[in-house]
Every structure is written in structure tokens, then in C-alpha cells.
Nanobody, 123 residues
Framework: QVQLVESGGGSVQTGGSLRLSCAAS???????WGWFRQPPGNEREAVAA????????LYANSVKGRFTISQDNAKNTLYLQMNSLKPEDTAMYYC?????????????????WGQGTQVTVSS
């Protein structure tokens, strides 16, 4: 059974940084896993994804140059380093993992989801 557990969220001021972690158990697919976020009252949106069998990564335009996705396969852990945070980055952040390679932007492409970790950026 696959479990994804996020950690690292919190409250920061504009320009601050946070590092999210997603510890996976039971997940061994050579597919994509990544991060989504859901701001209050909005739909869930893709933030970044990385190919678990390599290092190819993808980013939403809104976070390019500020966020970095990475993984430690030995620890089966996914990370999201978030720098230069803005109030519009405020959201619940979710870790998600695919079982087959599909459209990384679509939530329906991901078979497994974590519970989420809250990120709040104040101005």
C-alpha cells in the first residue's frame, strides 16, 4: 500500500523560503511524482513534477526560477524547495504520484495523494 506523507509547511513572510518533504512508502514506480497546490476557494493546480527514474523535471510557469523539485530515491523522499515566496503561493500543498506516465498537469493523472501541508505567505 502506497503512502505519501508531506511535511515542512508553515508561515513565512514575503521573500522567505520553505522546504517541503514528501516521504513515500510502498511507491516504486518509474513514473512521475510531484507537487500540487490548492489555494483557498480555487482548484488544485500542478506546481512541479519529476521523473522518479531519472531527473527530468517540469514546472508551472508561476514558480519557475523560484521553486526546485528534487528527490532522494534512497530515502524514497520528494522535496520542494520554495524560495522568494509570494502571498499568491499561499495554499495547501499536496504530494502526488503516478503509476503510469500521463499528463503531469492533470490531478486525475495521479493515483496516490498525500494529506497536504499548509503554506501561508504573508505580505
Amino acid at each position: 500500500q502506497v503512502q505519501l506523507v508531506e511535511s515542512g509547511g508553515g508561515s513565512v513572510q514575503t521573500g522567505g523560503s520553505l522546504r517541503l518533504s514528501c516521504a513515500a512508502s510502498g511507491y516504486t514506480e518509474d513514473s512521475y511524482w510531484g507537487w500540487f497546490r490548492q489555494p483557498p476557494g480555487n482548484e488544485r493546480e500542478a506546481v512541479a513534477a519529476i521523473y522518479r527514474g531519472g531527473s527530468f523535471s517540469l514546472y508551472a510557469n508561476s514558480v519557475k526560477g523560484r521553486f526546485t523539485i528534487s528527490q532522494d530515491n534512497a530515502k524514497n523522499t520528494l522535496y520542494l524547495q520554495m524560495n522568494s515566496l509570494k502571498p499568491e503561493d499561499t495554499a495547501m500543498y499536496y504530494c502526488a504520484a503516478m503509476t503510469a506516465i500521463r499528463d503531469w498537469l492533470r490531478p486525475a493523472s495521479y493515483a496516490y495523494w498525500g494529506q497536504g501541508t499548509q503554506v501561508t505567505v504573508s505580505s
